[in-house]
């Protein structure tokens, strides 16, 4: 009886096991379902921004190169965007409304769409306030495009609304749909209005429908969709529902993917053949070592010494546990302080490092942006792997146990190899001895460039107290005498000011639309914000200006286009992580980065800030928040 007791417990162990792997496993599955659910909702918002924002640049392009003279004469207006080759062949009709109440419409023959009531508030609304507004336009005879009216204002010379613009642009459904919006039973893509109307349906039967129709037996929960969501994609889990949504921020509109994850979790299809036989197999090693585990304590083997032997195995194993819990709580205690000395770090914006027991424990990032060792996937340096020389670290170590400190100029090995001289102060904490604190700086940076002539606040920009264009443009400027003083004079390079560095030329994305969408204040508060970030992070190795705008500019002298570039996606990710919250809502925030290799015997400020200046146009040209490389273009006369 004992032993089919024991191979009952054997079994019912078995099945515990296997529906606590059958939790884990799905919850996994799950995780993994909704990461690169909420990546699919995020890109196809990114998309359907990206539509939209084109046409109503386009159509505020147009506004602003049209005379308020046609205002008063609608027959002339109507004949120009008749003419071959006019703006009604980029839009299906255009609306032009004034203060007064009047309204004209133009458009080809018959191609003329009326404006509904919702359409015609958008105009008062954007006559009123100043703002774009887009709106959807229902028309029940169109099953394969989506109509949406855009409207902008019109100004005069000194800035009055003198009028509205509005178009009507036809969307195709097909190519408003990702291109993972498969056929697929279990998932489903929609685009929903502002009002809970569906509009858009990658199964086209559900287009038109109201959310109320589409509860699927989580009513409250989609009723929640019908309120304007964060401008990050957000997934909810309702049972085996998966239900990801963001919102846009201009129309008020929301991307909504929905999944049934049955089909994915084991807890419904069962654990597969293997598995099973695995925990069978497993299931039959438990029973016979518990058999003769048991046969083993019951029988009488020679030479057992009673039960003061099983009594010490048990003390070693309660020993074995207190040492356990007793390391737990050290890591834990140890956990605790390094956190603790991050967060004084990041207060002091400079480079400095924390080495405990011969290894790198802490860094603050002006250490990864001076030494280049960017990355979640780089491996944290040792000391011995910094130090270009050995004997010098010996030197260094040897100094530290004498007289507690050093301070001096030592050199360090980038992550690209190169070779870069650095001041640097280290001293052993009276609280720590096995532990080393270091600060580093670059040598030239204790350099002062060239003073600024006149009144240094007139060098300073209002918004965000940081260094302006002028200013920037003096410092590169004082940049090209020092080095070529230290090339006059014969100076070496580590020790002189480096002739040869990146521009860093990074531009805040969709201002205008955060302005748009939230308030001018908000933008301020993101373009100081952002300003600060840059500055921190580059402060170890270059020289930061606000150039105006949401145009940012760095001095990197000293450093590779492969180093530079570690910079610039740095800052990318910095600002990204940087998630502002305004009216309750979370808003998601990119900086586009252009950089540029520069010679400062070869190339004028002005040619490196118009070349970095382009490659942060090819950044945004190629979707925002990346870094682009581009080249500065040198005059033949400065090649002689």
Same mark, same amino acid.
């Given at each position: 009886?004992?032993?089919?007791?024991?191979?009952?417990?054997?079994?019912?162990?078995?099945?515990?096991?296997?529906?606590?792997?059958?939790?884990?496993?799905?919850?996994?599955?799950?995780?993994?379902?909704?990461?690169?659910?909420?990546?699919?909702?995020?890109?196809?918002?990114?998309?359907?921004?990206?539509?939209?924002?084109?046409?109503?640049?386009?159509?505020?392009?147009?506004?602003?190169?049209?005379?308020?003279?046609?205002?008063?004469?609608?027959?002339?207006?109507?004949?120009?965007?008749?003419?071959?080759?006019?703006?009604?062949?980029?839009?299906?009709?255009?609306?032009?409304?004034?203060?007064?109440?009047?309204?004209?419409?133009?458009?080809?023959?018959?191609?003329?769409?009326?404006?509904?009531?919702?359409?015609?508030?958008?105009?008062?609304?954007?006559?009123?306030?100043?703002?774009?507004?887009?709106?959807?336009?229902?028309?029940?005879?169109?099953?394969?495009?989506?109509?949406?009216?855009?409207?902008?204002?019109?100004?005069?010379?000194?800035?009055?609304?003198?009028?509205?613009?509005?178009?009507?642009?036809?969307?195709?459904?097909?190519?408003?749909?990702?291109?993972?919006?498969?056929?697929?039973?279990?998932?489903?893509?929609?685009?929903?209005?502002?009002?809970?109307?569906?509009?858009?349906?990658?199964?086209?039967?559900?287009?038109?429908?109201?959310?109320?129709?589409?509860?699927?037996?989580?009513?409250?929960?989609?009723?929640?969709?019908?309120?304007?969501?964060?401008?990050?994609?957000?997934?909810?889990?309702?049972?085996?529902?998966?239900?990801?949504?963001?919102?846009?921020?201009?129309?008020?509109?929301?991307?909504?993917?929905?999944?049934?994850?049955?089909?994915?979790?084991?807890?419904?299809?069962?654990?597969?053949?293997?598995?099973?036989?695995?925990?069978? =197999?497993? +299931?039959?090693?438990? *029973?016979? $070592?518990?058999? #003769?585990?048991? &046969?083993?304590?019951?029988? %009488? @083997?020679?030479? !057992?010494?009673?039960?003061?032997?099983?009594?010490?195995?048990?003390?070693?194993?309660?020993?074995?546990?207190?040492?356990?819990?007793?390391?737990?709580?050290?890591?834990?205690?140890?956990?605790?302080?390094?956190?603790?000395?991050?967060?004084?770090?990041?207060?002091?914006?400079?480079?400095?490092?924390?080495?405990?027991?011969?290894?790198?424990?802490?860094?603050?990032?002006?250490?990864?942006?001076?030494?280049?060792?960017?990355?979640?996937?780089?491996?944290?340096?040792?000391?011995?792997?910094?130090?270009?020389?050995?004997?010098?670290?010996?030197?260094?170590?040897?100094?530290?146990?004498?007289?507690?400190?050093?301070?001096?100029?030592?050199?360090?090995?980038?992550?690209?190899?190169?070779?870069?001289?650095?001041? =640097?102060? +280290?001293?052993?904490? *009276?609280? $720590?001895?096995? #532990?080393?604190? &270091?600060?580093?700086?670059? %040598? @030239?940076?204790? !350099?002062?460039?060239?003073?600024?002539?006149?009144?240094?606040?007139?060098?300073?920009?209002?918004?965000?107290?940081?260094?302006?264009?002028?200013?920037?443009?003096?410092?590169?400027?004082s940049w090209v005498t020092d080095s070529l003083h230290s090339e006059n004079t014969g100076h070496h390079l580590s020790i002189g000011m480096p002739t040869q560095g990146c521009l860093l030329f990074a531009d805040l994305d969709h201002l205008g639309m955060m302005n748009a969408t939230t308030s001018r204040d908000m933008g301020n508060k993101m373009l100081r914000h952002v300003g600060r970030l840059i500055a921190s992070y580059t402060q170890p190795v270059g020289n930061v200006a606000r150039l105006g705008g949401d145009e940012f500019a760095v001095l990197l002298p000293g450093i590779s286009l492969a180093h530079a570039q570690g910079v610039g996606q740095a800052l990318c990710d910095a600002v990204w992580r940087w998630q502002p919250s305004w009216g309750g809502e979370r808003h998601w925030v990119s900086i586009s980065v252009g950089i540029v290799a520069m010679d400062a015997l070869r190339h004028t400020p002005q040619q490196a800030v118009r070349a970095a200046d382009m490659a942060c146009y090819e950044a945004k040209r190629r979707g925002r928040c990346q870094v682009a490389v581009g080249q500065i273009a040198v005059q033949p006369?400065?090649?002689?």
């Amino acid at each position: 009886m004992t032993l089919v007791a024991q191979v009952v417990l054997v079994l019912a162990a078995m099945l515990l096991c296997a529906l606590g792997l059958v939790r884990v496993l799905d919850a996994r599955t799950q995780e993994r379902l909704a990461a690169h659910q909420t990546q699919d909702a995020d890109l196809w918002a990114r998309m359907l921004t990206a539509r939209m924002e084109t046409h109503q640049r386009l159509l505020t392009a147009i506004a602003e190169g049209m005379h308020t003279s046609l205002l008063d004469n609608p027959a002339v207006l109507d004949a120009l965007m008749q003419q071959d080759g006019s703006m009604l062949r980029i839009f299906d009709s255009l609306h032009v409304a004034l203060p007064a109440g009047g309204l004209t419409h133009h458009g080809a023959v018959g191609a003329v769409t009326e404006i509904d009531s919702q359409g015609l508030d958008g105009l008062r609304r954007t006559i009123s306030e100043g703002k774009p507004f887009v709106t959807h336009v229902p028309v029940l005879d169109d099953s394969q495009h989506l109509q949406v009216l855009l409207s902008v204002p019109m100004r005069r010379e000194d800035g009055q609304v003198s009028g509205a613009l509005a178009a009507i642009v036809k969307l195709p459904l097909a190519a408003l749909m990702p291109d993972t919006a498969a056929p697929l039973p279990n998932v489903q893509y929609m685009l929903i209005g502002n009002d809970g109307l569906v509009l858009a349906h990658s199964d086209a039967m559900q287009r038109g429908k109201n959310l109320n129709d589409l509860a699927l037996g989580h009513e409250k929960a989609w009723l929640a969709l019908s309120n304007p969501s964060a401008a990050n994609a957000d997934t909810q889990q309702w049972g085996h529902f998966l239900v990801s949504r963001v919102g846009l921020p201009l129309p008020q509109w929301q991307v909504v993917i929905w999944r049934d994850t049955s089909a994915d979790l084991l807890v419904d299809q069962g654990l597969p053949v293997r598995v099973w036989a695995a925990l069978g =197999a497993a +299931a039959a090693l438990l *029973s016979l $070592l518990a058999t #003769a585990l048991l &046969w083993g304590w019951l029988a %009488p @083997w020679p030479g !057992r010494g009673g039960g003061a032997q099983p009594a010490a195995h048990g003390q070693e194993a309660a020993a074995q546990e207190v040492q356990k819990t007793q390391a737990a709580l050290d890591y834990a205690q140890r956990l605790s302080l390094q956190a603790g000395a991050m967060a004084m770090f990041e207060a002091v914006p400079s480079a400095m490092l924390l080495e405990h027991e011969g290894r790198i424990t802490l860094a603050t990032p002006q250490v990864a942006v001076m030494l280049g060792y960017f990355g979640v996937e780089t491996a944290q340096p040792t000391m011995e792997q910094l130090f270009d020389s050995q004997a010098a670290l010996e030197v260094v170590r040897h100094t530290l146990v004498d007289l507690g400190s050093f301070e001096g100029a030592v050199q360090l090995r980038k992550k690209d190899g190169d070779v870069v001289l650095v001041d =640097a102060l +280290a001293w052993i904490p *009276s609280q $720590l001895s096995s #532990a080393t604190v &270091w600060r580093l700086q670059l %040598p @030239w940076r204790l !350099r002062s460039s060239l003073p600024l002539p006149d009144n240094e606040s007139a060098w300073r920009d209002d918004l965000t107290g940081m260094p302006n264009r002028d200013a920037f443009m003096w410092e590169l400027q004082s940049w090209v005498t020092d080095s070529l003083h230290s090339e006059n004079t014969g100076h070496h390079l580590s020790i002189g000011m480096p002739t040869q560095g990146c521009l860093l030329f990074a531009d805040l994305d969709h201002l205008g639309m955060m302005n748009a969408t939230t308030s001018r204040d908000m933008g301020n508060k993101m373009l100081r914000h952002v300003g600060r970030l840059i500055a921190s992070y580059t402060q170890p190795v270059g020289n930061v200006a606000r150039l105006g705008g949401d145009e940012f500019a760095v001095l990197l002298p000293g450093i590779s286009l492969a180093h530079a570039q570690g910079v610039g996606q740095a800052l990318c990710d910095a600002v990204w992580r940087w998630q502002p919250s305004w009216g309750g809502e979370r808003h998601w925030v990119s900086i586009s980065v252009g950089i540029v290799a520069m010679d400062a015997l070869r190339h004028t400020p002005q040619q490196a800030v118009r070349a970095a200046d382009m490659a942060c146009y090819e950044a945004k040209r190629r979707g925002r928040c990346q870094v682009a490389v581009g080249q500065i273009a040198v005059q033949p006369s400065l090649e002689t």
